[in-house]
């Protein structure tokens, strides 16, 4: 075991090649959930798949499964993976990195000639990231039976676009059932995207688990009018209230310190012109915390303020929880083999929270679940100059393959 080492330089390149499809001017990515780019991204991997000997499936929600054989293929698969999709304006290896360890995983394997008792598998999760399709996490949560097939396929972007209808589209809706079968472990390997670990010098981050994260849709409702004729005092200027509710958001978590993190950052102001008082503003709101006691505290909180805005403004409100994960633990014996993988190869390493929600949470439901964190340079992620070291990736994919033998061994 101390003897496996993957080949840090071809994962590596295998990061710059894919990073070259949806690439943006300052370095970063744009590749949207089942945009012809995803689509671009999800051939080279199947491709480099194939290569290396792996068979395919992609099931009914464009979930891609890679497998290589175990010495007992009866035997539940060891799995890894993550997601391709980016933000708008992402970075190169937010989820890619996930992917790509999965498949140098399986290279290493195939370059040492080392046939594991049971098969693994590398995958790709469709639509991680929400920002085209909400929920985030849409395609794992089918998997993992907190959301049906129909909502999955159901859900549209703004243009009204819906997943069911892009997977097809792009010809990624597969025809294997999703999920109902049993996983004897799963991994993702992922870039911490927060400062923690290199703040404290840290290589490996041994993830134990995942704050809860409740998302809103708010719309408040007022009266457009001309901007230059209408009294202040007989304005319903929607844009006024909602600016109210981004404050009150930012206070709620304050209010809650240290552990709390609140978010808008999707807003639509209608009619969206210079010299008319907005008559309509739909908005999302973001609300995380490790603790599910605080984090319902923090949503009521987010009700009352909300209704108490739209009552002095005159403002009509129509305010929808769209998701809700609560606070995550992993499974001991996967977070065991991640510390383990660390403190085999030497790697400095601490235990941490993810604060981010990944398809790993929502895996976590019906098979032992593990993460591996790398640091990320200056914790920034979701970001154009998201940026992490080859040698931590490669850092982070050795514990990977580490974690993954040891509980592919029966």
């Known amino acids: 075991m101390q003897n496996l080492r993957v080949n840090g330089d071809r994962l590596w390149e295998s990061l710059m090649e894919m990073a070259k499809i949806g690439a943006t001017e300052k370095g970063g990515n744009c590749r949207l959930a089942l945009t012809d780019l995803d689509r671009e991204g999800r051939d080279l991997f199947v491709g480099w798949c194939k290569d290396a000997g792996c068979t395919i499936k992609v099931d009914q929600m464009g979930n891609i499964f890679a497998r290589r054989a175990g010495k007992d293929d009866s035997l539940p698969p060891v799995m890894t993976g993550s997601h391709l999709d980016t933000q708008p304006t ?25 046939e594991t008792d049971a098969p693994i598998e590398a995958s790709v999760w469709t639509n991680e990231e929400g920002s085209r399709f909400a929920p985030a996490m849409v395609a794992s949560g089918v998997f993992a039976g907190v959301f049906d097939l129909e909502y999955g396929h159901s859900r549209a972007d703004l243009d009204g676009k819906t997943m ?7 010809g990624y809706k597969g025809s294997e059932p999703v999920g109902g ?9 992922h870039i911490e995207q927060g400062p923690i670990l290199e703040a404290e010098e840290k290589t490996i981050g041994v993830v134990t688990g995942a704050q809860g994260q409740r998302w809103f849709e708010v719309t408040m409702t007022g009266a457009e009018s001309h901007a230059g004729t209408t009294p202040m ?34 807003m639509q102001v209608s009619p969206n012109s210079r010299n ?20 319902s505290a923090m949503a009521a909180e987010l009700t009352e303020i909300c209704e108490k805005v739209c009552s002095e403004d005159g403002l009509e409100l129509d305010l929808k929880e769209i998701w ?30 993810s604060g981010a929600g990944h398809d790993a949470c929502y ?48």
């Open 90 to 114: 992402g970075g190169k290896f937010d989820g890619v990195y996930g992917v790509l360890a999965g498949l140098e995983v399986i290279r290493t394997l195939n370059d040492l000639g080392i």
């Open 164 to 170: 069911g209808e892009e997977l097809d589209r792009i």
């Open 181 to 189: 079968r049993e996983i004897r472990a799963f991994f993702e390997a």
């Open 233 to 266: 005092n007989r304005r319903k200027d929607a844009l006024l209230g909602a600016s109210k509710v981004v404050a009150a958001v930012n206070d709620i978590a304050m209010k809650h310190a240290p552990n709390a993190v609140t978010t808008v950052g999707l």
């Open 276 to 295: 008319t008082i907005p008559g309509e503003v739909f908005f999302a709101v973001d609300l995380r915390n490790p603790e599910d006691e605080a984090l």
């Open 324 to 353: 809700y994960s609560p606070p995550i633990a992993f499974d001991a014996d996967c977070v065991a083999a991640v510390r383990n993988g660390a403190s085999s190869e030497n790697f400095a390493h601490r235990d941490i929270i």
């Open 363 to 410: 895996i976590s439901r019906v098979a032992p679940t593990g993460m591996i964190f790398v640091p990320c340079e200056d914790g920034i992620s979701h970001n154009e100059v998201e940026n992490a070291t080859p040698e931590d990736l490669a850092a982070g994919c050795n514990v990977l393959l580490q974690a993954m033998v040891a509980r592919a061994t029966v």
